[in-house]
């Protein structure tokens, strides 16, 4: 009986022995997912594999919210493809085996290069001593936390900052800091630099830079000013400047300036920190007008106006009955107000004998003399203007015509030459047209233009005849040629002379 037994118990033993052996291996299976951790960029495909070691699996497939297709299989692994992976997620690999499941994560973290990097200047013309912020942000970056953004003034970084503090809700790509502004940092450049480091997820460094943005620092704290005088002359050209100081930069100060609504053409200056604008201008009617400059810098303008007055005042007009009037003929000289003047101006004619009233004119009578020949005559008009007294003075010359003459102080009957002395026939005749002379002597015509060597031989009279439109005259003219001792011997008989009436006077 105990064999029965024993050959029983061994034959359930070899029965059940195999059945345990193969229970074991099937519940020694693992499930695997290649690649072990997915790096994907948004919205690009990635292929997953799901393999086990089970001899004879069961069921199997992976769990994901993402459009899934697969591709491939064989009888321990399959093969899907994820399409348009646009977010972080965990895919779920799973295997049975003889009725036992088991499965695999794969971690899938989406990243996103930094292709735009914006920065932002505000406001881009900063007044001196005033705040500018300086902003960076990256509209499509991802995993935020692998992502450093660096602000640049040029070479030198300004601010850096990561995200791998920040809590997930308040994640936003951007950095902002404010800067007060200098004067040096005009025309500054500014970056901004973004670096998304990716080589814990066993990924790459990709880099984006902004475009270069540039500062602009200005000072315009004073109100132009207006240089012109306050009276302006009708049809008289006229500078105007306008002028701002405490200004930066000078040099890209831009002024319009006007005459009403006459934009005047200008030309721009500037020193230090000062700019100006000078133009010419004409006023063409008379009464009040405005003068106004614009001066702008960056996005500020100032604008200053100033009120002139313009009057009309030509000189007065003096007139001559007769320009060219002949000696022994009375003329007329009448000095009036132009018909331009308003109001009437007050005449004042040199020569007259009473002053007129205002609005009329001045005049005189006279009879024209030889000595009158070349006489100027004047005109003096007074305008009040604005509580100014204004002048203007016209003058005008009298031509008196009459006949030549040949008078003793500049044409004398006798002259004395030195012998051997360089001498000239000494005769200028006075009239009007200017006369024309002629010399002759022996009955041949002399030279008056070349002096002549004097010898005994030019000893005699000269006759002398000066001509113009009105007539002529003649004079004779004797010379004497002295010899050398004879003129030294009367030189040293008048000096002698000279010495005794001192002599008996003392």
């Not at 118990?9 to 020694?28: F, K, N, Q, R, T």
């Not at 690999?93 to 036992?100: L, T």
């Not at 300036?257 to 100006?276: K, V, Y």
């Amino acid at each position: 009986m105990k064999m029965l037994l024993f050959v029983v118990w061994a034959l359930l033993a070899l029965i059940l022995c195999p059945v345990h052996i193969s229970g074991v291996a099937e519940e020694s299976f693992e499930v695997s997912v290649w690649p072990n951790q997915a790096l994907v960029e948004f919205g690009q495909s990635l292929v997953v594999n799901c393999s086990t070691t089970c001899p004879d699996p069961g069921p199997s497939g992976i769990e994901t919210f993402l459009k899934k297709t697969q591709v491939g299989k064989g009888p321990q692994w399959k093969e899907f493809l994820l399409e348009d992976v646009t977010e972080n997620s965990i895919l779920q690999c799973f295997f049975s085996c003889s009725g036992i499941q088991k499965d695999t994560s794969l971690g899938i973290t989406v990243y996103q290069p930094p292709e735009q990097v914006i920065l932002e200047l505000q406001p881009a013309w900063v007044a001196v001593d005033e705040a500018f912020t300086v902003k960076c942000h990256v509209p499509s970056v991802a995993p935020l936390e692998s992502l450093t953004l660096a602000l640049l003034q040029g070479n030198q970084e300004l601010h850096r900052k990561n995200f791998m503090s920040l809590a997930v809700a308040s994640q936003r790509a951007e950095v902002i800091i404010s800067v007060r502004a200098q004067r040096e940092n005009d025309r500054c450049n500014f970056s901004c630099r973004a670096e998304l480091d990716l080589s814990l997820q066993g990924g790459s460094l990709f880099q984006g830079s902004s475009p270069i943005k540039i500062l602009r620092i200005f000072e315009f704290s004073q109100t132009p000013h207006i240089w012109v005088s306050s009276l302006l002359e009708v049809g008289m050209a006229e500078t105007v400047s306008c002028e701002v100081a405490r200004v930066f930069p000078a040099k890209e100060v831009i002024f319009h300036m006007f005459l009403e609504d006459q934009e005047l053409s200008s030309f721009l200056s500037w020193e230090g920190d000062t700019a100006w604008a000078n133009a010419t201008f004409r006023a063409m009617e008379a009464g009040d007008q405005e003068l106004s400059c614009l001066a702008s810098l960056g996005p500020m303008e100032q604008k200053t106006r100033k009120l002139v007055h313009s009057y009309s005042f030509p000189p007065p007009i003096l007139e001559l009955k007769e320009s060219y009037p002949l000696a022994g003929t009375d003329i007329n000289v009448t000095c009036s107000g132009h018909v331009l003047t308003s109001p009437s101006p007050t005449l004042r004619l040199q020569g007259a004998p009473d002053l007129p009233a205002p609005g009329e004119s001045a005049w005189l009578l006279l009879t024209a003399r030889e000595e009158d020949d070349g006489r100027n005559f004047s005109c003096e008009a007074s305008l009040e203007v604005q509580g100014q007294w204004l002048m203007k003075t016209t003058v005008i010359q009298l031509h008196v015509l009459y006949k030549p003459r040949l008078e003793e102080s500049s044409c004398p009957g006798k002259q004395t030459w030195l012998e051997g002395m360089e001498h000239t026939l000494a005769c200028v005749p006075k009239g009007n047209p200017a006369p024309a002379l002629v010399c002759t002597w022996n009955g041949v015509v002399f030279d008056l233009e070349v002096p002549q060597n004097a010898t005994q031989n030019h000893t005699g009279t000269y006759c002398c005849t000066a001509t113009n439109q009105l007539g002529s005259v003649s004079k004779d003219i004797a010379v004497i040629v002295q010899g050398l001792d004879e003129g030294i011997s009367s030189a040293l008989f008048v000096v002698i002379t000279v010495a005794l009436g001192v002599g008996v006077i003392t």
